[in-house]
């Protein structure tokens, strides 16, 4: 059962524009949402996190937008650079964050010159 | 401090073999979770540790894994006998207990059991 389906699989975007990254839930006791962000050869990293009571977040040029009646978020990247070309995933906590994160399928994001 | 600290980086083993992995978590942090990574499966949870117990293993995937963590400055998987499809990036993560949103990965181990 996939518990967190993440859309697209795979994101080419010019430099300065904006990506986007969907993130749908099926688990509806998960109680806080990160986003995480992981380079080549590397572990995933925590990028950003939102709690569903809230329905945006934004730090720097990160955003996430919170639907809980549609048990939707997404991740906005504005001004994208070639910097944020890296492998990114969503997910989803339960637990009051005592449980492991269950994971989207990732999104290989690329940002073109 | 370091990070969370995973040995070996890389690991070829022939099928049968016993491979064992290790994970230093970040001193301080008293929850570890142990991670797959494949192409098809993305990241898995197999399973995690609080105060060096462990609480959930439901995502091992067989028998033939196993965890310990028997302090809290270092645990192990261990794949016997392991076998081709086990082969994956494995990663360890630690967090303060309770704070596993902010977890710390480590660098992972790559995995190829020929």
């Known amino acids: 059962q996939q518990q967190v389906k993440q859309s697209p699989q795979s994101l080419i975007v010019q430099k300065g524009g904006i990506s986007i990254i969907n993130c749908a839930y099926e688990?509806?006791?998960?109680?806080?949402f990160p986003w995480y962000q992981q380079f080549p050869g590397k572990g995933p990293a925590l990028l950003i996190a939102?709690?569903?009571?809230?329905s945006e977040k934004k730090e720097g040029r990160f955003t996430i937008s919170f639907n809980k009646s549609a048990k939707q978020f997404s991740l906005h990247i504005m001004d994208s650079q070639p910097g944020d070309s890296a492998t990114y995933f969503c997910?989803?906590?339960?637990?009051?964050?005592?449980?492991?994160?269950?994971f989207g399928k990732g999104t290989h994001l690329i940002i073109q010159p | 401090d370091a990070g969370v600290i995973q040995s070996p980086r890389h690991e070829v083993t022939e099928m049968g073999q016993e491979v064992t992995l290790r994970c230093k978590p970040i001193?301080?942090?008293?929850?570890l979770f142990w991670y797959r990574q494949t192409m098809m499966r993305g990241l898995e949870l197999l399973i995690y540790?609080?105060?060096?117990?462990?609480?959930?293993d439901s995502g091992m995937p067989e028998d033939r894994f196993s965890a310990k963590m028997p302090n809290a400055s270092f645990s192990t998987l261990k794949i016997q006998p392991s076998e081709p499809r086990d082969s994956a990036v494995y990663f360890c993560?630690?967090?303060?207990?309770?704070?596993?949103?902010?977890?710390?990965f480590g660098q992972g181990t790559r995995l190829t059991v020929v």
């Open positions: 993560a630690s967090s303060r207990q309770g704070w596993s949103t902010e977890a710390f």
């Open positions: 688990n509806t006791a998960f109680d806080y």
């Open positions: 939102i709690r569903p009571d809230v």
């Open positions: 997910a989803g906590i339960k637990g009051g964050g005592a449980d492991g994160l269950t």
């Open positions: 001193s301080g942090h008293n929850s």
């Open positions: 540790f609080n105060n060096n117990v462990p609480i959930d």
